[in-house]
């Protein structure tokens, strides 16, 4: 994999990507997107009690492993729901039940070992999945894909000394209040997301270097950075998600 910087050109005219929204497992349709990439969230507090038992049986035993990993509640139910989520978008692009859908791993593109994107044993569809507490993304494409969804964070100025340099500069400069157009933690969110859907869609995710390149901060709802897109994605105040997709 390269280490050479690379730097988005976005499309001002572009409008973000709307996800479907699954708010139950068992009382909304999933169907197969026609062409191009779809995308749906999950408001985690619409999955209940009664609906999140029925869908842990359809995780497999390395899922339930690492579900109960997480010490925090949210976060291991954030799990759960994601990963039922991915099993039945999955499962419903490719006409498999979601209990009968087998994970597994693209090679990574930096040392081809066994640990790149995630992918569904058999089918013909890529998918990327994402989780914070309160907001689940699931994509699924015919091509290499990638998606993140991040809350707000309490401190973007000190997180954004991991993004590209140019990124830092202008998450700082809003927060010192010299920088219209925007938040600082709104354009960290934005930021970070279309970093990490783009790394995820790669397929090295963290593997590379988030300061490598620039995805920028700005309101552009698009962007190209080499043969990908990377669409910001409609979600909830409060957060902020993208959508990286393989031209």
Not at 110 to 132: I, K, N, Q
Request: with cysteine; net charge negative; hydrophobic share 40%.
């Amino acid at each position: 994999m390269t280490r050479d910087v690379a730097q988005a050109v976005p499309d001002r005219k572009a409008e973000p990507v709307t996800p479907a929204v699954l708010d139950s497992f068992l009382n909304t349709p999933v169907t197969r997107p026609d062409g191009g990439a779809g995308i749906w969230r999950v408001p985690t507090a619409t999955i209940g009690d009664e609906e999140l038992e029925v869908a842990r049986d359809w995780l497999d035993e390395g899922e339930r492993q690492q579900a109960s990993s997480y010490v925090r509640a949210e976060l291991r139910v954030a799990y759960e729901i994601a990963h039922a989520a991915a099993r039945l978008v999955v499962g419903a692009a490719t006409d498999t039940p979601p209990e009968k859908v087998v994970w597994g791993r693209h090679p990574c593109p930096g040392c081809g070992e066994p640990h790149g994107r995630p992918r569904a044993e058999g089918a013909g569809v890529e998918f990327s999945l994402s989780h914070t507490p309160g907001q689940i993304l699931v994509a699924v494409a015919d091509v290499a894909v990638g998606v993140d969804v991040e809350r707000h964070p309490d401190d973007p100025v000190a997180l954004a000394k991991l993004l590209h340099p140019r990124e830092s500069e202008e998450i700082e400069a809003a927060a010192q209040g010299t920088l219209d157009g925007g938040r600082a933690t709104v354009r960290f969110t934005r930021a970070w997301s279309r970093t990490e859907a783009y790394l995820k869609g790669l397929g090295i995710g963290l593997g590379r270097d988030p300061h490598l390149d620039y995805l920028g901060t700005d309101e552009a709802s698009s962007r190209r950075l080499g043969s990908w897109t990377v669409h910001d994605v409609v979600v909830p105040e409060g957060y902020g998600a993208a959508l990286a997709v393989l031209s």
